[in-house]
């Protein structure tokens, strides 16, 4: 995992020709990033701290079942306007993914 973020912040620093697609990546995951930010104001730190009063799945246990349930609905309603949000719930539960397993390895 390291390798991409490492990765990643390079290809940040690189001056590179101007991708037709960079000012969308840009505002798609500030969208994605305000999202995780609100949902997390929201709802606590529950995503990656469960609460564990039902369900005792832990961080990574609970994420991957919530991706399921967002593909599940990308499978059975299709990729439309109605299921927009779905593809940003799936992006944000996916980065909660990666720093679950992140958090994990830091023990």
Do not use: Q, W
């Given at each position: ?52 009063i039902f369900s005792k799945a832990n961080a990574i246990e609970g ?45």
């Amino acid at each position: 995992m390291n390798h991409y973020m490492n990765e990643g912040k390079e290809i940040l620093k690189a001056k590179k020709k101007v991708n037709p697609n960079t000012d969308k990546i840009k505002d798609v995951t500030a969208k994605v990033y305000k999202m995780l930010l609100d949902k997390n104001t929201a709802y606590g730190n529950s995503a990656l701290t469960p609460l564990n009063i039902f369900s005792k799945a832990n961080a990574i246990e609970g994420l991957s079942a919530r991706i399921d349930d967002k593909l599940a609905r990308i499978r059975n309603k299709g990729l439309s306007d109605e299921t927009e949000d779905t593809l940003f719930d799936l992006c944000g539960y996916i980065i909660l993914l990666i720093i679950a397993r992140e958090n994990l390895d830091k023990k």
